[in-house]
C-alpha cells in the first residue's frame, strides 16, 4: 500500500468528534452478519491467536522463542481444520452458515496447508471472528476451549476419553 492510499483510508475512517476525540467516520452500525467472510476470519485469526498465547502463559513465561514456536503450530491452518471438523456436529445451523461462508471465501492459500485445510480453517475463523463481535461471550469461550483442547490431543497424540 502507498502512502497516498494509507492518507486516503485514515481520512476517510477517522474524524474527530465534537470533544475532540478520534472516532470511526463510516461503518459504525455494520450488520455482522453481511460482512464478508474473509474480514470474519481476519478477526477470528487475531482473537484465536491471542486466546492461544494467554493459555500458553500457564505452562511457560520465560522463553518467548518457544512460545511463539508453540502457538504458530496452534494456530496453523491444519490444526485450525482438525478443530472445525472435530465441532461440526456441536454447531447451531447459524454457525454451520458462518463456517461454510468462511470455507467458501476465496483466498491465496499457503504452501503450509493443503486447500481444504486452509479453507476449513478460514471457516473456523469465520465462526470466532463472528461470535465475538456478536458478543456472544460464552459460546465463544465455549468453542475456543473445545478447539484448543481438541488441537492439543492432536498435537500429543492422545486421544480423546
Sequence with gaps: MNFDHYQKLVDNFFTVDETGELSP?????????????????YIGDAYFTLYVRTRLLGYEQNKVR?????????????????????????????????VRRGRNAKSTVPKSASIAEYRAATG??????????????????????????????????ISPK
Design 66 to 98: 518457544v512460545l511463539h514456536d508453540f502457538d504458530a503450530k496452534i494456530v496453523s491452518a491444519v490444526m485450525q481444520s482438525k478443530a472445525i471438523k472435530a465441532l461440526e456436529a456441536e454447531l447451531l445451523p447459524e454457525e454451520t452458515d458462518v
Design 25 to 41: 467516520a463510516k461503518y459504525k452500525d455494520i450488520p455482522i452478519e453481511r460482512l464478508p467472510a474473509l474480514v470474519l476470519a
Design 124 to 157: 473456523f475463523e469465520a465462526l470466532i471472528g463472528y461470535l465475538y463481535l456478536q458478543k456472544k461471550q460464552d459460546r465463544l469461550s465455549e468453542i475456543v476451549d473445545r478447539a484448543f483442547a481438541v488441537i492439543s490431543r492432536e498435537m500429543t497424540n
